[in-house]
């Protein structure tokens, strides 16, 4: 930056002809906030320049130090955006400086909104870019929500699809408990115009997830992934035999919970999964002398004792259990 | 207020997909759909956007799980799911949610251990969740699928028993954020000596019987 943060603004001859304006809280403020000095001066000082309408390159730098106090200022990043306009000043550049403003804290969203609005004007040639940005913010934070949402919009609005399920897989070998990057794959393998759909991906997207639920069962989302795929095709679903087969070879081990492979269980047979004597045995196997009603009543009531904090939701499912559904 | 609210147009926020941008210069996000249906039935102005439309756009943002994300294919998130449960319960378009699927997702959000409920799946327990996953559950009457004297006991436990206020979390600093929304939690969980407030408007009940049903 080529200002001297520690003068004034109102010590600085740069600024000697504008007269700030101050912040007008009304006759009677409810709960002032105590605004520390430098802040109120560099408010004033932009408040003066706003409402003159000014978009100088001087204007571009205030915009800078006030956004430096404040990034959550909307009206100053609007602001910022007029200006850049007006001059018709380098985006890439505007790139490094949102990112230099995200270092110090990206869960902001007035700043990847500046991004995407800066990124739309660049076009498809900065697709590699922002989904490398994206990228580096996850490596700090897997789950974040904003570089998520912006990572979507690019890969809608301007491209780079090829590598994205790749991404995802790398995630998930980082952390396999990932939600974000199993709803990525979602994203991916339903949206993409480089596959060919959810059908398409199926058979290669069930494979993969089983052998993740296998290395982790007590994972939420692998096993909700592993629902998704089969969407509105509930004949698959069931009939499918990786499906129920994942069901059974948790529920034989002892090493792990059991509730995800229970739970899937029961979609199945509410479902219309007819119920092998395999299946049965592996029930029967967990079951603490419970009476041997039928699958479904007895996986549920094996699930209010494995997951008991649900068990208000598991009784509910037991009541919902019709003889025909076994 | 009234006066000046009126003149703003929101109207003119409203996308062509049905979906709001935060203000003029175009962000859309549920949270804005929301935003702007519970502004507008508090002034008794719904008239003035295209609620279908508005409805149609918040159905598009509907997960496999039943949940919601901020727009079509984000990551479903109790907070996101608060904006959009909240702008249908308002709207009398209930009917969108399926409210068994929603409701298993919901309560997976409370934590055996602490009580406490995540936002999204293998997230931390954080006390702002005790009202967006709760009011989400009130709303499509499925609240009796949580715990709730363990996440009684979890905001309890956010408190600083030294200084007041109440934290995101057990032992962590204390901020009006967090005590708001566990008070809120409280509420929701009826406990006793809180006022009743309503789960889509998060607002006492009395306040929004005097404007919902007053002139």
Not at chain 2, 130 to 135: A, D, G, I, K, T
Request: proline residues 3%; charged residues 25%.
């Amino acid at each position: 930056m080529d200002f001297d943060e520690t003068v004034p603004l109102s010590q600085r001859s740069e600024w000697a002809d504008v007269v700030p304006l101050t912040q007008d809280d009304g006759p009677n403020p409810v709960v002032p906030i105590a605004y520390k000095e430098e802040f109120r001066e560099t408010m004033d000082y932009f408040r003066a320049i706003y409402f003159s309408d000014e978009r100088s390159p001087r204007a571009l730098r205030l915009t800078e130090e006030t956004l430096r106090l404040n990034s959550g200022n909307y009206t100053v990043w609007h602001f910022r955006r007029l200006v850049l306009e007006a001059l018709n000043h380098d985006l890439f550049e505007e790139l490094e400086f949102i990112e230099r403003i995200a270092e110090d804290n990206s869960k902001n969203y007035q700043l990847w909104h500046h991004r995407r609005w800066v990124a739309e004007k660049l076009g498809p040639d900065v697709a590699g870019r922002e989904l490398e940005f994206t990228r580096r913010v996850l490596s700090l934070d897997a789950k974040h929500y904003h570089a998520w949402s912006h990572r979507q919009w690019t890969l809608r609005a301007l491209g780079g699809w090829e590598d994205e399920l790749d991404y995802c897989h790398e995630l998930l070998e980082a952390d396999v408990f990932n939600n974000s990057a199993w709803n990525q794959r979602y994203y991916v393998i339903t949206r993409s115009p480089l596959l060919g759909g959810l059908e398409a991906m199926r058979e290669s997207e069930v494979s993969y997830t089983i052998k993740a639920i296998l290395a982790n069962p007590a994972n939420e989302s692998s096993w909700r992934y592993l629902k998704a795929l089969y969407k509105d095709d509930k004949e698959s679903w069931i009939s499918d035999s990786s499906v129920s087969s994942v069901c059974l070879n948790v529920l034989s081990r002892t090493d792990c919970f059991h509730g995800f492979a229970l739970s899937t269980l029961l979609d199945l047979l509410c479902d219309g999964l007819r119920p092998t004597n395999e299946h049965k045995d592996s029930v029967r196997a967990l079951a603490n002398e419970e009476p041997d009603t039928n699958l479904a009543i007895l996986v549920c009531t094996i699930l209010g004792r494995v997951d008991p904090i649900r068990a208000n939701y598991w009784a509910w499912r037991k009541s919902k259990i019709t003889v025909a559904a076994m | 207020m009234f006066f000046y609210m009126q003149i703003l147009d929101i109207a003119g926020l409203q996308n062509e997909d049905g979906s709001f941008s935060g203000d003029i210069w175009g962000k859309v996000d549920t949270r804005f759909s929301y935003i702007v249906i519970c502004c507008l039935s508090i002034l008794k102005c719904l008239d003035k956007i295209n609620v279908k439309k508005a409805v149609d756009y918040i159905v598009s943002c509907k997960n496999m799980d039943g949940g919601f994300g901020c727009t079509p294919g984000a990551e479903s998130h109790a907070g996101q799911i608060f904006c959009c449960v909240g702008a249908l319960a308002i709207t009398g378009n209930l009917h969108h949610v399926d409210k068994d699927l929603l409701g298993w997702w919901l309560c997976e959000r409370q934590d055996y251990e602490s009580g406490g409920l995540n936002g999204r799946s293998e997230k931390l327990p954080d006390v702002c969740y005790s009202l967006w996953v709760l009011s989400s559950l009130i709303m499509i009457d499925r609240v009796h699928w949580i715990e709730k004297a363990k996440l009684v006991k979890f905001i309890l436990d956010c408190q600083d028993m030294d200084n007041g206020g109440i934290s995101d979390r057990p032992n962590y600093a204390v901020d009006i954020f967090h005590t708001y929304f566990g008070v809120a939690g409280l509420s929701l969980l009826e406990y006793p000596g809180v006022k009743t407030i309503d789960p889509a408007y998060a607002l006492p009940v009395h306040v929004t019987n005097q404007i919902l049903f007053t002139k």
